[in-house]
């Protein structure tokens, strides 16, 4: 199956299982890819025909704002089943990174995959 990607999107939202972490706005990076059949697109040249990356960022962006989860894998769980919902995505890989919580390390994060990943023709 073809993979339609969104990679190091920047979001800000209130997030953290300490006191401090709820009442200030963090930064979270995300990297989504999603399992589509881009040759109906390709082949009408047809935006409504696949996954389109910027209102999913957009839509990544929305359910940041309005969120306030403690864990990044509440964050990830919640924001893989609405957008399999909303956009009809039968396998997605999700990362989630937050950047800075642990001051010795790169990067933090999870990373999680749902769906079924359907075959390659
Ligand atoms: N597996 C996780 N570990 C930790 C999380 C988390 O969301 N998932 N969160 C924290 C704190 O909120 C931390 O990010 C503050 O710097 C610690 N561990």
Not at 35 to 57: E, H, K, M, N, V
Request: cysteine-free; proline content about 2%.
């Amino acid at each position: 199956m073809d993979r339609v990607l969104i990679e190091g999107l920047r979001v800000e939202t209130v997030i953290g299982a300490y006191d401090w972490e709820r009442s200030i706005r963090q930064r979270l990076v995300v990297d989504l890819e999603m399992a589509t059949d881009i040759r109906p697109a390709a082949a009408s040249d047809d935006l409504t025909r696949t996954l389109d990356y910027a209102a999913i960022s957009t839509r990544i962006r929305e359910f940041a704002e309005d969120s306030h989860f403690e864990l990044v894998e509440t964050f990830a769980e919640r924001l893989a089943a609405l957008l399999r919902h909303e956009f009809a995505i039968p396998w997605l890989r999700l990362t989630l990174r937050k950047p800075g919580a642990v001051a010795e390390a790169a990067t933090v994060g999870v990373r999680i995959e749902r769906g079924q990943r359907g075959e390659s023709r």
